[in-house]
């Protein structure tokens, strides 16, 4: 089992900023990702953003977020953040992380593979007009 520690999200005005943040017990196995996902009221949960972990960082973005998000590892921390910029009120939701490995299932708004293996406990997100 894969330990899964979430913070961060609240409410903000549009055009403001919040970060997330996901730590976890699995960060640096060889093949860990990490990826944010997001499920508004009455819609599917989709995914937002991605970072691969170990043995090297890459990140990867939907492109409703690309440019106004950004993935930050913190490899002695075990933990990456999720910085979230611009932010309008479509981008309400509440925010899961999850963690798994590059196989499986595909992510099409994410462009990669993930065997998801555990989620975290989700985070309300919530921006006002």
């Known amino acids: 089992r894969v330990d899964l520690v979430e913070s961060g999200g609240g409410s903000v005005q549009a055009g403001g900023s919040l970060r997330l943040s996901c730590a976890s017990s699995?960060?640096?196995?060889?093949?860990?990702?990490l990826a944010w996902f997001r499920q508004a009221p009455g819609k599917d949960r989709e995914g937002v953003a991605a970072?691969?972990?170990?043995?090297?960082?890459?990140?990867y973005y939907a492109d409703s977020v690309k440019d106004r998000f950004t993935i930050t590892p913190d490899n002695a921390k075990n933990t990456a953040y999720l910085q979230m910029d611009s932010l309008s009120p479509e981008d309400t939701a509440i925010y899961y992380c999850?963690?798994?490995?590059?196989?499986?299932?595909?992510?099409?708004?994410?462009?990669?593979?993930?065997?998801?293996?555990?989620w975290g406990q989700g985070t309300q997100v919530t921006v006002s007009s």
């Open positions: 970072i691969y972990t170990a043995p090297n960082t890459r990140t």
């Open positions: 699995d960060y640096h196995v060889a093949g860990n990702y």
């Open positions: 999850a963690s798994g490995r590059g196989y499986g299932k595909w992510y099409p708004a994410l462009k990669i593979y993930l065997n998801i293996t555990s």
